[in-house]
Structures are given as C-alpha cells and as structure tokens.
T-cell receptor, first 109, second 115 residues
C-alpha cells in the first residue's frame, strides 16, 4: 500500500466549476499535512497547510480527518491558472515529507 | 532574490561518469533536502541534513554522496551514473523546530539525463 495515495486523474473541468481532490495516508503517526502545487516542468510550491479543524484560503478549502486518515482539497470557482498537478503531502516526523503521486487538473475555457 | 538555487539546471552525461549538483539557500533555514522525481512523477526524499548533520538517508545507493559544508549548502555527488539515475533532482530547505508545520521551499530542479 502506498504511503500517500491520490487519484492521479487527469481531471478536466470547465472554468468556474468546483473540483475536489482526495488523499489517504497510511501512517497514523503522521504529524502534519500539506497541499503542494506543481506546474509542468517546475518545482513543487506550497499551496496550503492542512489543519485539523479545516482551513480556507480564498477559493481553496482543505480538510483533514485523522480518524479516517483522509485529506481533501476543494477548489471553488476554478480559474484557468489553477491548471497544475496537486500533491498531497504528509509529514511523518523529523521533517520527512512523503508525497502522493499528484492529481493532474486541467481547467478548460 | 531569496531562494533555493541549484546548479546546473540541465545535466546530460554518459553512463559511468561522476557528476555533482550544487544547492544553496539564502532563506536562513537550518535543514536541507534532496529529492528525486522520476519519470512517473513520484517525488521521493533521498537525504536531509540539519545544521550539516545527516538526518534522513532513505536507502539511497552509496553512489550518491551528499555533502553539506555549511547549513546554507547541500551538494549531491553521484558516482558511476546509471541509466536509472535519469530524473529531476530537487533541492529543498526548511526550518526545523518543535512545530511540524514547517513548509519546505524547493529549488528549480536539475534535469539529469544519462545517455
């Protein structure tokens, strides 16, 4: 079983749509959680941290369910510039980040 | 500019050669990392150093030898390059500390191609 599992997609959605990504992780001792974004042939960049109570940053909402070991990302009113690969990332402690395979998202005009 | 910078950006070389990739960060971070992203796009940690001390070594072949002369630099030397070493190598840095929510900042990547 992969340590961090995501649906690789690709997801193709029209501009303005709402899209949700899910992620599960296997290590119940994981300490913190993130969503990173990676554009084609670029480096990963932090999109947002994920907190236990859930958190929102503009059009982006992240949720964490520790009991189910499940993380989600919701993007509302999607823009063309949201097209990227979204990486679910889990910190297993000692700054060891484990990355999911990523979910490819394409927003169509 | 404040950043994580790595050189070279592209590296094309023959099997069996030895090569190095350099990484520097001016963010004042105390922890640096090397990651490998293969053709299937999985990003996997290889090494991490905290204040020049090796913290994580993820069963990487000993042909790969990281060197950290100071906490702002972490270089990666690779001996006897093999075809399977072809990948994008990312350097990253972060602050350590008691908080676990310390994001990592990545360099642009070095695209290594073995002929």
């Amino acid at each position: 079983r992969k340590e961090v599992e995501q649906d690789p997609g690709p997801f193709n959605v029209p501009e303005g749509a709402t899209v949700a990504f899910n992620c599960t992780y296997s290590n119940s001792a994981s300490q913190s959680f993130f969503w990173y974004r990676q554009d084609c042939r670029k480096e990963p960049k932090l999109l947002m941290s994920v907190y236990s109570s859930g958190n929102e940053d503009g059009r982006f909402t992240a949720q964490l369910n520790r009991a189910s070991q499940y993380i989600s990302l919701l993007i509302r009113d999607s823009k063309l510039s949201d097209s990227a690969t979204y990486l679910c990332v889990v910190n297993e402690g000692a700054q060891k980040l484990v990355f999911g395979q990523g979910t490819r998202l394409t927003i169509n005009p | 500019d404040t950043a994580v910078s790595q050189t070279p950006k592209y590296l094309v070389t023959q099997m069996g050669n030895d090569k190095s990739i350099k990484c520097e960060q001016n963010l004042g971070h105390d922890t640096m990392y090397w990651y490998k992203q293969d053709s299937k796009k999985f990003l996997k940690i290889m090494f991490s150093y905290n204040n020049k001390e090796l913290i994580i070594n993820e069963t990487v072949p000993n042909r790969f030898s990281p060197k950290s002369p100071d906490k702002a630099h972490l270089n990666l030397h690779i001996n006897s390059l093999e075809l399977g070493d072809s990948a994008v190598y990312f350097c990253a840095s972060s602050m350590s500390g008691t908080g676990y929510n310390q994001p990592q900042h990545f360099g642009d990547g070095t695209r290594l191609s073995i002929l």
